[in-house]
């Protein structure tokens, strides 16, 4: 990580000498405009290096936002959706997915290394419940590079099993249901007989029918 934060200041030292602005001055509007700038690239490692560190700022980025809401919250609990949350320029839906992975992250359950480039998706990935989070590392889903469309298909894979355990369990209630008033008309019947035989229900008939049910 530290060797990935000087590859980052020495490209925006390289963009500030390119446009003559001293690094030493404090950063600006201007400064910020250049950071962002395109720079001439002449190669495709070039090209792949300069995309492979944005997306490292961007990651830097958001996960240092949901700190710093994570912090605001413990310290201005009162104030905190009312006065903070509702002056930024993002919901209180996306602040409280960039505080869900911050605390995933400082609470060890995630290295920032395993965290997708995309707030969104990392969130996807943060949520999931314990049983759900091992089955997506044994699956190898615990990544930087997840994308969105692979989560959400794992995600869709835990629904149809529940699902589908849910539908079984149903079924085999239903089941029950159905053998239990066969087994009342089937007790009807041979109270029935037995009245008319004039057996009592000490004998061995009712050791059948308990049989049945066992």
Known sequence: MALAKFAVSKRRSDRLAAFGVEEAAPESMRTRALSNSVLDLHSEAEVVEEINKLW?????????????????????????????VSALPFGKNIA????????????????????????????????????????????????NDVTRPELEAFRRKLRARRLDAVGKHESLLAERVTLVAQLNQIQARIDLIDAQLGVTAEQPHQEDVDAIVM
């Open 56 to 84: 490292l700022e961007a990651q830097e980025k958001f996960l240092a936002i949901g700190r710093y809401l994570c912090r605001a919250k413990l310290r201005f609990p009162g104030a905190f959706e009312k006065t903070i």
């Open 96 to 143: 409280y997915q960039l505080r869900a992975v911050a605390e995933a992250v400082d609470a060890g359950r995630f290295g920032e290394d395993d965290l997708p480039k995309s707030y969104s998706t990392a969130y996807r990935l943060v949520s999931l419940q314990p049983g759900d989070l091992a089955a997506a590392r044994a699956q190898g889903l615990v990544r």
